[in-house]
């Protein structure tokens, strides 16, 4: 079993602002270190998940109160869900590099 990364969908327009349409800053940052490092990402489930809550597949695997995103389930249990969280896990538990302070 492999860990797996909830990211945000790409693209969400929020009717509240509409015509207006949005990305998740925090997701694209993950979504751009999973293209630069291919290899390494391959590793990893991605689930790309709708905006809107409840996110369905966030809430099965981590619980309702825990549906920020980027989050990294890890397959031993356990899971990481604000970003400075994320690309820590990501680097010890798959190698990416880290982040210049």
Not at 11 to 26: E, L, N, T
Not at 45 to 59: I, L, M
Request: charged share 25%; net charge negative; hydrophobic share 50%.
């Amino acid at each position: 079993m492999k860990d797996r990364l909830f990211v945000l969908d790409f693209d969400y327009a929020d009717p509240a602002y509409a015509p207006r349409r949005f990305y998740c800053k925090d997701c694209v940052t993950v979504e751009g270190l999973l293209a630069l490092f291919p290899e390494l990402a391959a590793n990893i489930e991605v689930v790309r998940v709708p905006w809107p809550r409840p996110r369905t597949a966030v809430v099965a695997a981590l619980g309702a109160e825990n549906q920020n995103l980027p989050a990294l389930a890890f397959a031993d249990g356990g899971f990481a869900n604000d970003i400075e969280a994320v690309l820590a896990a990501l680097h010890t538990r798959h190698g990416f590099p880290e982040r210049h302070p």
